[in-house]
């Protein structure tokens, strides 16, 4: 049913729509909206057999996803930033012990210094804890994504972080499908366990598993990812031959053919960087774009086929890799070894900063022309970082750093286009 | 326990069990039928006081719960020493899943369990010192203010046990730890360190809070049995020796839990919402000293010669526990 | 559940572990003989029948009892318990009362008309010369081994000492009777005044395949004490005798009894109760020299009796006697001192010891007799094979317990004597010591005194002075023991090992240890609170 409504809360009614059992919640911006309607959908009654607990911290909040889990209950959770890093013990003992827990992650900056606007540094931090990641393009995949998680989750024994950019969908009032409880019903089967904790069949889960058998383990969990890299594909059809949409799957690309030169990113950045090469085509240039949903299992295959054309690549993402580059490009350099593809790493966007489509066109042009560095800080203000050297060099207490660049810029709010 | 099955002509009645008592008035522990939730070919130190609180605490839940039991463990001793792969000890339900997150798993469980309509089941968590007082404080603490209907029970060996003992948050008062060793002009814990858990789960005025021993059996599964049958947040804490820590004899082990509760050093009493309303009786009283001379990681104090001041000040501690909780005459100050 | 790798285990995964592979000591069940077993000089089993009687089972608590000794009533009223002495559990609170129990299980054998089987006609025939305690005791033993028992008995009646000697007031006469006939309906004879006179003639007549003497010591030993003609002296066994016949002798008002022994007490409480009003005891040493049990001694103080310690008899007159004062020099014996006294008596009785009779044994070569007692080797046998003794005519102690005892040790070894072989008693178990148990896990329960008649009552009639306890006295009694040595299932090992290694075999049937997992801790030993498992190191 087609709604005008905020990002945040066409997530929560479709997470309500997939009947979960248990809904833990602990406040942190900006997935708060997101819970909060799932509360209110549990008191109101409309999302009955489900339990909500207000936990005491994020890492309680996995914590109770997990024993939930567990028990043989359907799951789900959410956070971002900060919060995903308290419970990153939890994270890798989610995924370690195969649970099915669906999470939203609303993708916020990592502090120091604390920062509440939208970049990829947190679901990054968390990219190789085996974990699936799938990166949501727009609000509407968004809500599309949570129902092919859980179905995915559950049917691999693998946790599912659906990755959705803060602010800039999560709190976005847009035109959304939102799904019919009996299309959700149809296609979204009862969560049958693996393993789970019955008194009547009783199991011990989580032993200390020493060196005679680790690596196995590991290798199982491996495994797991490679699995799902057929399943994402399968799953994304069959959503499409119900719910009657394209959504989900490992990647989409996007005018391709031609294409010299090929831009990669995650998220709703895809949405300007699409606007850019829609101008740049018209103005000839062979650009196209692609849009990488699956980023974790990453699809080194389908990467690579589908930049086999191309001679070059520009991978614009929100996270960096300190001291090193990007992370996004290093798998994207990973896909592409043993080609002879040109591979620019641009870093834009991080801690809110508007990506706009100005800046993108002159980034494309210079990329098309390889006057780019390997590495690209997008929008980089050069002069305050100058200014901010020298006064590191002159004075050993030079005071903290971004206090100093804050008065340096009188402090200027965001630029948003 | 508040009160005493003993008929007064009948003896032997402190024991496990007595051919001459009903056999609903003795012990779980022995009746040849009882669960071993905890059974045999585990890997904890021989005399354990941990090994045997949880079998004797979970056997008594798995029957008050007529069966319907689901364990969460914390990492620690119990942990490691019940499910090195491919054993695993337990023959209940069971879980383990991080240090400090047993009381929000639990939880967890607990919540799917209502959601699928499975009310008889019945959810424990369980955790050493470390993992309750420290690292699992803020989700135990959490656990408690919603009510969540779980029973946590604390086996309290007073150190990070598994881990080659080290201090803990409860940590006595002068004894030797790895991190807190005998040496210099103060050897051993700090005094005016330690929490009390129970007073803490009080102060959440949950349903019920006790403390109990692995020296009195029969009242350990009065409490467990009791507070099986409420429903919201529920704490237990253990008092169990640990002979490596402590540096005691194994067969020791029940000797000295004794030694605690009738120096008056760790008092046994129940309270709900807030307030203590049982407490047991001291039997016989012992000098603090009885208990603290079994045990090397109080050696410090005896040798090469007797620290009074600190000796006096154990001694205090436990006589102030007499009268606060009444540990004598029943009714407290 | 299709359960993940390593991750997910099953139950009972963890039974391959045998952990017993990290012991160097591994605990035992033992039988460790407990205290009063072991003081009992008639053997008897008393932790065994308590324990039965702790349960109500009154009559296996009596079948374990005469395994031993056949004469409870008897002996819960005369037998002065050092089992008692040796009990456990007067370092807790106080001893069992032992003796009480046993005297109510006895009084209920008599009550329910409770018999003893012979056993199977084995074709010998055993002489017992004497019906007394050993005497007895050694019939009813050589019956259940199959033998079959003649008794001469000198007297009207048979008892020997426990009728002539103890009186009404502590040995009821039914009681008595009832015990004895007991026996005699197990097909033992026993002959009535028929005294045995030549007791090589009777071993000649080849009558009998073997011989066990027991005719105690009757002759009241005299005291030299020059004396007027109208001086009334008579000696205790002889007052006992008659008083016992039905036909007590005169005494008069106030009576004198010199000596320190029992018979001295039983003849002046007998005095009291047959009018005497003044009653005296002389004794030649102190209190606590009186070779008399001190609870007897009590019971005649409370009586009325009194007492003249350090003092001799030196003459006696008409009305009076004349008395020297003792006094005790550094080896605590008695010296005189030179000082005398009168005082006012009607009569004197002499309870000076007793001896044996030895003259029937004048023709019988062989035995040794050592200081008015016949010797015998450790199988109770005499110098003369074949004829075995017991009892007061043989050293030992003399109470009736050491007399029952001696009846039972002869029975066994006439057993293997007449079948050729010999009697072995089994090898002795190590004592249930004190320090052996843990004693916390006994509830406090002071011992239940028995009533007493009133002082009146007593001083009066020949009634029982000392009542039995009943029923729910009694259990409580048996349940006060601490069953030391002595497993009585009481579950702590079973619920006190940390490794579940503990296998309960059901009622009845104890414990039994699961080596495969025990690692040796030790703490079911230091928490069994009879002490019957001990630790023994492992072979390597």
Redesign the interface.
């Known amino acids: 049913m087609w709604k005008q409504i905020e990002g945040s809360r066409a997530i929560a009614e479709t997470v309500a729509m997939c009947r979960p059992?248990?809904i833990?919640a602990y406040p942190i911006t900006p997935q708060t909206h997101i819970v909060e309607a799932l509360g209110e959908l549990v008191k109101s009654g409309q999302l009955a057999?489900?339990?909500f607990?207000?936990?005491?911290?994020e890492?309680?909040?996995l914590?109770?996803?997990?024993?939930?889990?567990?028990?043989?209950?359907r799951?789900y959770t959410a956070t971002a930033s900060q919060g995903l890093l308290f419970m990153a013990?939890?994270v890798y003992?989610a995924s370690?012990?195969?649970l099915p827990i669906v999470m939203t992650i609303g993708n916020r900056a990592i502090g120091a210094p604390i920062n509440i606007w939208n970049d990829h540094s947190d679901s990054m931090s968390m990219r190789d804890s085996g974990w699936i990641q799938l990166f949501a393009e727009t609000n509407q995949e968004a809500v599309d994504l949570h129902i092919q998680a859980f179905r995915l989750a559950e049917e691999l024994?693998c946790p599912v972080m659906v990755c959705v950019d803060g602010f800039i969908l999560t709190h976005a009032y847009d035109r959304i499908d939102v799904p019919l409880q009996h299309q959700v019903d149809g296609w979204l089967p009862r969560f049958e366990?693996?393993?789970?904790?019955?008194?009547d069949?009783?199991?011990?889960?989580?032993?200390?598993?020493?060196p005679e058998?680790?690596t196995?383990?590991r290798y199982?969990a491996h495994n797991k990812q490679l699995r799902a890299l057929e399943r994402i594909p399968e799953i994304s059809g069959e959503f499409y031959e119900t719910f009657g949409r394209e959504s989900g799957g490992l990647l989409r690309p996007y005018r391709l053919d031609g294409a010299e030169t090929v831009v990669v990113a995650l998220g709703s950045v895809n949405g300007t960087i699409q606007e850019a090469v829609d101008e740049l085509r018209q103005d000839g240039i062979a650009i196209g774009s692609i849009s990488i949903c699956s980023y974790r299992p990453f699809p080194l295959d389908a990467v690579r086929r589908a930049l086999s054309d191309a001679r070059r690549v520009v991978v614009v993402e929100k996270s960096l890799a300190v001291g090193l580059g990007g992370m996004l490009a290093t798998d994207i350099q990973m896909a592409l070894s043993g080609r002879r593809h040109k591979v620019y790493t641009v870093i834009a966007g991080l801690g809110g900063r508007a990506i706009t489509k100005a800046s993108l066109l002159k980034l494309f042009h210079q990329a098309k022309s390889d006057a780019l560095e390997g590495v690209t800080f997008l929008d980089l203000n050069w002069g305050v970082i100058n200014r901010q050297l020298a006064r590191e060099t002159a004075t050993r207490r030079s005071g903290p750093a971004a206090e100093s660049i804050l008065k340096d810029l009188a402090t200027l709010p965001t630029k948003i286009v | 326990m508040p009160f005493e099955h003993i008929k007064f002509y009948q003896t032997g009645t402190f024991t496990v069990g007595n051919r001459l008592l009903d056999v609903s008035d003795r012990a779980v522990q022995s009746d040849a039928r009882r669960s071993n939730a905890l059974n045999c070919g585990h890997r904890a130190c021989q005399g354990c006081g941990e090994a045997l609180g949880a079998r004797y605490a979970v056997d008594a839940a798995v029957r008050a719960a007529g069966g319907n039991l689901v364990a969460v463990n914390a990492t620690g001793c119990l942990e490691v020493f019940s499910t090195p792969y491919p054993e695993t000890s337990w023959q209940v339900a069971w879980m383990h899943s991080l240090f400090g997150n047993a009381a929000a798993v639990a939880a967890g469980v607990a919540a799917a369990m209502k959601a699928q309509g499975r009310n008889e089941v019945r959810v424990i968590a369980q955790g050493g010192d470390g993992g309750t007082a420290d690292i699992g404080l803020g989700c135990l603490s959490g656990m408690f203010e919603r009510n969540d209907d779980v029973l946590y029970i604390c086996y309290d060996n007073e150190a990070y046990m598994n881990t080659g003992v080290q201090r803990s948050g409860t940590t006595p008062a002068a004894a030797r730890t790895a991190t807190t060793p005998s040496v210099g002009s103060k050897p051993g814990n700090v005094f005016g360190q330690g929490k009390s858990v129970p007073l803490i789960a009080m102060a959440h005025m949950i349903p019920y809070v006790a403390t109990a021993s692995v020296a009195n059996l029969h009242d350990l599964e009065y409490k467990v049995e009791k507070a099986i049958a409420i429903h919201g947040a529920r704490y237990i804490h253990v008092h169990v020796p640990c002979p490596l820590g402590w540096g005691s004899e194994p067969h020791d082990t029940i000797k000295v839990a004794r030694l605690a509760v009738e120096s008056g050093l760790f008092p046994l009493f129940e309270a709900e919402f807030g307030e203590v309303t049982e407490r047991s009786i001291i039997r016989r009283k012992q000098p603090a000293e009885e208990y603290l001379k079994l045990q090397k990681r109080f050696a410090h104090l005896f040798r090469p010669k007797r620290d009074e001041e600190r000796l006096a000040a154990i001694q205090s501690i436990a006589d102030r526990n007499i009268q606060r909780f009444g540990l004598q005459n029943g009714a407290s100050s | 559940m299709s359960k993940p790798f390593a991750i997910t285990l099953d139950v009972g995964s963890s039974l391959a572990n045998h952990t017993g592979s990290w012991r160097t000591e591994r605990p035992v069940y033992v039988d460790r003989i407990p205290p009063c077993n072991n003081a009992c000089p008639a053997g008897e089993n008393i932790q065994a029948w308590l324990y039965h009687a702790e349960s109500g089972d009154y009559h296996a608590a009596w079948k374990t009892l005469v395994e031993n000794n056949p004469l409870p009533a008897i002996m819960g009223r005369a037998c002065y318990h050092p089992c008692e002495s040796a009990c456990n559990r007067m370092q807790l609170d106080h001893e069992v009362n032992i003796h009480a129990v046993e005297r109510f299980l006895g009084d209920e054998a008599i009550r329910r008309g409770w018999r003893f089987e012979a056993g199977p006609a084995s074709g010998k025939h055993v002489l017992v010369v004497g019906s007394g305690p050993s005497g007895l005791s050694a019939a009813y033993h050589l019956a259940r081994l199959g033998h079959k028992v003649t008794i001469y008995e000198a007297g009207p009646a048979a008892g020997g000492m426990m009728r002539f000697g103890i009186p009404k007031y502590r040995l009821p006469r039914e009681v008595l009777n009832a015990e004895i006939a007991r026996i005699a309906n197990m097909g033992v004879t026993i002959r009535l005044n028929s005294r045995v006179d030549d007791l090589a003639q009777m071993l000649e007549s080849k009558q009998f395949d073997a011989a066990f003497l027991a005719v105690g010591a009757h002759v009241s030993k005299r005291a030299y004490i020059p004396a007027g003609d109208a001086s009334k002296i008579l000696d205790a066994l002889g007052v006992l005798r008659s008083v016992d016949g039905g036909k007590p002798p005169e005494l008069g008002r106030r009576v004198l009894v010199y000596g320190g022994g029992n018979t001295a007490l039983d003849v002046a409480r007998t005095a009291k109760r047959l009018g005497a009003t003044e009653t005296l005891i002389v004794y030649r040493r102190t209190r606590e020299k009186m070779p008399a049990h001190d609870f007897e001694v009590q019971e005649a103080i409370d009586e009325g009796i009194q007492f003249r310690w350090l003092s001799t008899i030196k003459e006696a007159g008409d009305s009076s006697f004349k008395i020297e004062k003792m006094r005790l020099d550094e080896k605590g014996f008695p010296q005189p001192t030179g000082e005398f006294e009168t005082i006012e008596g009607d009569s004197l009785v002499l309870a000076l010891g007793q001896d044996v009779d030895l003259s029937f044994l004048e023709r019988v070569p062989g035995l040794a007799i050592v200081d008015g007692v016949v010797k015998v080797n450790s199988q109770m046998m005499t110098g003369h094979a074949g004829v075995f003794a017991g009892g007061d005519m043989v050293p030992a102690e003399r109470t009736v317990t050491v007399a029952v005892g001696h009846g039972k040790k002869a029975a066994r070894n006439i057993d293997a004597w007449l079948r050729g072989t010999a009697y072995h008693p089994g090898a002795k178990h190590e004592l249930a010591a004190f320090e052996k148990l843990n004693p916390w896990y006994y509830s406090d329960a002071p011992e239940t005194m028995q009533a007493t008649l009133e002082t009146v009552r007593r001083q009066t009639t020949f009634d029982e002075v000392v009542s039995g306890l009943d029923e729910t006295n009694a259990l409580f009694e048996a349940r006060r023991c601490l069953s030391c040595g002595n497993c009585f299932e009481c579950d702590n090992c079973y619920g006190v090992c940390p490794d579940n290694a503990v296998v309960k075999l059901g009622p009845g049937k104890r414990f039994r240890f699961n080596y495969d997992y025990c690692k040796g801790c030790g703490m079911c030993v230091a928490e069994c609170p009879c002490g019957a498992i001990q630790m023994v190191p492992e072979t390597i």
């Open positions: 059992q248990v833990c057999g489900c339990e607990l207000n936990v005491e911290s890492f309680g909040a914590s109770v996803a997990i024993g939930a889990s567990a028990a043989g209950a799951s013990e939890a003992n370690g012990l195969g024994s366990p693996t393993q789970v904790l019955d008194p069949a009783p199991v011990s889960i989580g032993a200390m598993v020493g058998a680790f196995e383990v199982l």
